[in-house]
T-cell receptor, first 112, second 113 residues
Framework: DSGVTQTPKHLITATGQRVTLRCSPRSGDLSVYWYQQSLDQGLQFLIQYYNGEERAKGNILERFSAQQFPDLHSELNLSSLELGDSALYFC???????????FGPGTRLLVL | DQQVKQNSPSLSVQEGRISILNCDYTNSMFDYFLWYKKYPAEGPTFLIS?????DKNEDGRFTVFLNKSAKHLSLHIVPSQPGDSAVYFCAATRGNTGNQFYFGTGTSLTVIP
C-alpha cells in the first residue's frame, strides 16, 4: 500500500459524458501527478501540481482539467468523453517535485 | 515523442538466472532515473533509482547501471525469482526543477520456476 488513494476504482460511462477522478496523496506529500495508461502504452504524463499550483503540463487534452485543493487532494476532470479516453488513470504523489513518486492503484475508465 | 524507450516488450528468464531489462533515452539533460515495478491491477511501485553522478546503484538483488555516453540504463535482477514477474517501467527526469517524469512503455518480465 503506497498510501495514495484513488476513487473510484472503476468507472463505466458513455461517450460525451463528464467524469471526475479523485486522488488523495500520501500524508505529507505536496506534489500530485496524473498519468494515463492506455492499452499497450506506457505511462503518459498529464499534469503535475505542487502545493495547490500547477507545476508542469504534459500531454493533457483540452477536454481534461485538474486541480489540487487546499487539503492537497486532487481531482482530474474528463469531459466530452470519447471511446479513446478509455484507460487506466494513475495518480502519484511525492514530497516535493523531483522526489520519488508513489502511485495509487489507479482508476479504470471505460467509455462505451 | 518518446524520450524514454524500452524496446523489449517482454522477457522470460529461468528462476535463479539473471534478468536484464534495458532502457534508452534521448534527452541528454536527464539526470535522474528510476525503475518501477507494476503488478496487474496495482499502481507502479518504486524499485530503485540512480543519479547521473553515479554509474551504478545496488539494492539487494537489484542493480541499476547507467551509461551516460550511450544514453542507456539497465536493471539487473540476480537471482530472479517468480515473484519478480511483473511489468517494469523505467523513468527519467531532469534536474531539480520539478520537471515531469518521462516513462518508457514497460517490459513484461516472466520468471519461470
Amino acid at each position: 500500500d503506497s498510501g495514495v488513494t484513488q476513487t473510484p476504482k472503476h468507472l463505466i460511462t458513455a461517450t460525451g459524458q463528464r467524469v471526475t477522478l479523485r486522488c488523495s496523496p500520501r500524508s505529507g506529500d505536496l506534489s500530485v501527478y496524473w498519468y494515463q495508461q492506455s492499452l499497450d502504452q506506457g505511462l503518459q504524463f498529464l499534469i503535475q501540481y505542487y502545493n495547490g499550483e500547477e507545476r508542469a503540463k504534459g500531454n493533457i487534452l483540452e477536454r481534461f482539467s485538474a486541480q489540487q485543493f487546499p487539503d492537497l487532494h486532487s481531482e482530474l476532470n474528463l469531459s466530452s468523453l470519447e471511446l479513446g479516453d478509455s484507460a487506466l488513470y494513475f495518480c502519484a504523489s511525492s514530497v516535493i517535485p523531483q522526489e520519488t513518486q508513489y502511485f495509487g492503484p489507479g482508476t479504470r475508465l471505460l467509455v462505451l | 515523442d518518446q524520450q524514454v524507450k524500452q524496446n523489449s516488450p517482454s522477457l522470460s528468464v529461468q528462476e535463479g538466472r539473471i534478468s536484464i531489462l534495458n532502457c534508452d533515452y534521448t534527452n541528454s539533460m536527464f539526470d535522474y532515473f528510476l525503475w518501477y515495478k507494476k503488478y496487474p491491477a496495482e499502481g507502479p511501485t518504486f524499485l530503485i533509482s540512480i543519479s547521473s553522478i553515479k554509474d551504478k546503484n545496488e539494492d539487494g538483488r537489484f542493480t541499476v547501471f547507467l551509461n551516460k555516453s550511450a544514453k542507456h540504463l539497465s536493471l539487473h535482477i540476480v537471482p530472479s525469482q517468480p515473484g519478480d514477474s511483473a511489468v517494469y517501467f523505467c523513468a527519467a527526469t531532469r534536474g531539480n526543477t520539478g520537471n515531469q517524469f518521462y516513462f518508457g512503455t514497460g517490459t513484461s518480465l516472466t520468471v519461470i520456476p
